[in-house]
C-alpha cells in the first residue's frame, strides 16, 4: 500500500489553565488518529461545533502545537524525528489558509507583495520574470489575475476575493496538503460556496488534498470525500463523506446531519449547540453520553473504543445507528 500522505496517530493535546495548583486540565484534542492516503488527493471535513478541537487538531498538524500525546507523520516521518525535519520542505508541502482573510494580509502592504514572497523566498522562482508568471499562474486558477491584483491593498477587496487570494498564494508552492481552517466562516454567505467549491476544483488540478475544517455542514456536505466529526475533542466518527451523511452512525452527527440546510432550504442560523461546560472535556465515559437520547449504563462507565464499520468507517460509540445494531 501507498505511503499514507498523512497520518495522525493517537494524538491528544492538554492544555492547562490558571495556575499550576489550582488550574485545572482541559482536554482539548482527545487520543484523535486520522489519516489521508497518497494516492489521490481528497478532501477532508473536519466537523463539529465551537471549541470542539478543530483547531488545535489542526494547529499540531501545522505544527504550531505539539501533541502531549501520539504522534503525526507527513509522508512517513514523524514529527518527532527533529534531526529529518525539514523547515522548508515542510513548508512547500502542507500550507494554511486561515479564518480571516483580513488578518492574514496586513493593510499596508500590497496583496501580490504576499506572493512574490512565497514564490521568491521558497525558491519556487529564481527571478522576478519567473515569479510574474508562477503568482499569475497561481491568481489565475482561482479566478484572478495578476493585472487585477497588482499593487493593490487588502482593503480594495471584497473578503472572498481575498480568500481566493489567500488560496492563490497557498498554492504557489504546489503543496501536497492544504489546511483550511473556517476559511469561508468570515465570508458573505452568498460567497461560501463559490470559495469551498474552488477546492473541488483544485484538488484534481494540483493533485493536493485539502483539510477543510468548519462548523458550518451545509458547506462540507457538497464538497468532502471524507467526514471526520469531533465532539468534545474526541474523534466520534470517520467515513466517506456520503455515508456519514445518509446514514450517520454516530447519534451526535446524526443530531448535526438534521441540522443541515439542504438544497433550496433557507439559510438557517448556524446550529447551537448547549452551553459548553469544561467539565464535559474531562468525562472518562463517553462524552456525549449526558445529553445522548440512546445512552445506557454501559456508555456512561467507560469510553467506547473505535469500532470500524468498515476499512473506511469508524464510530465511538456502544450502539452506532444504521448498522443493524440498534
Ligand atoms: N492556547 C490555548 N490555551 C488554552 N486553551 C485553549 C487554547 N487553544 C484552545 N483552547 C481551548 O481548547 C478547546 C478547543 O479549542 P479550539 O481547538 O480552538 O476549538 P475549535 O477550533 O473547534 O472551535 C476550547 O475549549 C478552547 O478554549
Ligand atoms: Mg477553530
Known amino acids: 500500500m501507498a505511503e499514507k500522505l498523512l497520518e495522525i496517530k493517537n494524538v491528544s493535546k492538554i492544555f492547562r489553565i490558571g495556575g499550576m495548583i489550582r488550574g485545572k486540565k482541559l482536554v482539548a484534542v482527545d487520543d484523535v488518529s486520522l489519516s489521508i492516503d497518497s494516492d489521490k488527493p481528497v478532501i477532508l471535513s473536519i466537523v463539529g461545533e ?51 482573510p483580513y488578518e492574514s494580509f496586513s493593510a499596508r502592504k500590497t496583496v501580490d507583495s504576499y506572493l512574490y514572497n512565497t514564490a521568491l523566498r521558497l525558491g519556487i522562482a529564481k527571478n522576478r520574470a519567473e515569479a510574474d508568471q508562477k503568482v499569475d499562474e497561481a491568481l489565475k486558477s482561482v479566478g484572478m489575475s495578476l493585472a487585477v491584483v497588482k499593487g493593490k491593498y487588502p482593503t480594495q477587496f471584497s473578503g472572498g476575493e481575498l480568500q481566493r487570494v489567500s488560496i492563490a498564494r497557498a498554492l504557489i508552492t504546489q503543496p501536497k496538503l492544504i489546511i483550511a481552517d473556517e476559511p469561508v466562516a468570515a465570508i458573505d454567505a452568498s460567497m461560501k460556496m463559490n470559495i469551498v467549491n474552488l477546492f473541488k476544483d483544485l484538488k484534481e488540478k494540483y493533485n493536493v488534498s485539502f483539510i477543510y475544517i468548519t462548523h458550518d455542514l451545509s458547506t462540507a456536505y457538497y464538497v468532502s470525500d471524507y467526514i471526520a466529526t469531533l465532539y468534545r475533542g474526541c474523534l466520534i466518527e470517520y467515513g466517506p463523506a456520503k455515508e456519514i451523511m445518509d446514514e450517520p452512525a454516530h447519534p451526535y452527527t446524526e443530531l448535526l446531519m438534521n441540522a443541515v440546510p439542504r438544497v433550496g432550504d433557507k439559510w438557517k442560523e448556524d446550529l447551537v449547540m448547549p452551553d459548553m461546560e469544561d467539565k464535559e472535556f474531562s468525562i472518562e465515559y463517553c462524552k456525549f453520553a449526558p445529553r445522548c437520547p440512546y445512552a445506557t449504563d454501559e456508555c456512561r462507565k467507560e469510553r467506547p473504543k473505535e469500532t470500524y464499520l468498515s476499512d473506511e468507517r469508524k464510530v465511538l460509540c456502544y450502539h452506532p445507528l444504521n448498522n443493524g445494531s440498534k
Request: hydrophobic share 25%; net charge positive; with cysteine.
Open 50 to 100: 465551537s471549541g470542539c478541537g478543530k483547531s488545535t487538531l489542526c494547529k499540531m498538524v501545522l505544527r504550531l502545537h505539539q501533541p502531549d500525546m501520539g504522534d503525526i507523520t507527513l509522508l512517513g516521518r514523524s514529527y518527532k524525528d527533529k534531526k529529518g525535519y525539514d523547515p522548508k520542505q515542510f513548508r512547500l508541502d502542507v500550507q494554511p489558509i486561515f479564518q480571516n
